[in-house]
């Protein structure tokens, strides 16, 4: 974080629950294309847990296209399932190609 300008940073509030301690939690969040770009760069040194997530990003990024553009429509939950299914296959493939 010493090396990230404050003026990119944006602190967040956590709720936690209905009867959570709102404000006593805070997170320092930083705008998504610096997060992007952080986990192509990590992508690019090797990691493989890096890339397994950017291809399930892309991935959900065109099928959301795709889907507003012929008319399909998937809730919140089922992009989750999804997402998380990608995942999983993702690192299945480099379990399976680091075995081999």
């Given amino acids: 974080m010493s090396r ?3 003026s990119i940073t944006e ?15 805070r997170i320092v969040g930083l705008p998504l294309m610096i997060v992007f ?3 192509a760069w990590e992508s ?6 890096a890339l397994s997530l950017i291809i399930a990003l892309g991935t959900e990024t065109i ?4 889907d507003r553009a012929f008319g399909i429509t ?6 989750d399932r ?8 993702q690192l299945e ?4 190609s680091a075995i081999d």
Avoid: A
Wanted: proline letters at 0%; hydrophobic letters at 35%; glycine letters at 8%.
């Fill in 44 to 49: 690019f040194r090797g990691n493989k847990q």
């Fill in 11 to 25: 602190t967040f509030v956590v709720e936690i629950g209905d009867q959570g301690s709102k404000g006593e939690t």
């Fill in 37 to 39: 770009i952080y986990w």
């Fill in 4 to 6: 990230i300008s404050r």
């Fill in 82 to 89: 999804r997402m998380s299914d990608s995942i999983i296959f």
């Fill in 93 to 96: 493939m480099i379990l399976s």
């Fill in 63 to 66: 099928e959301r296209h795709f």
């Fill in 74 to 79: 998937r809730s919140e939950d089922d992009w």
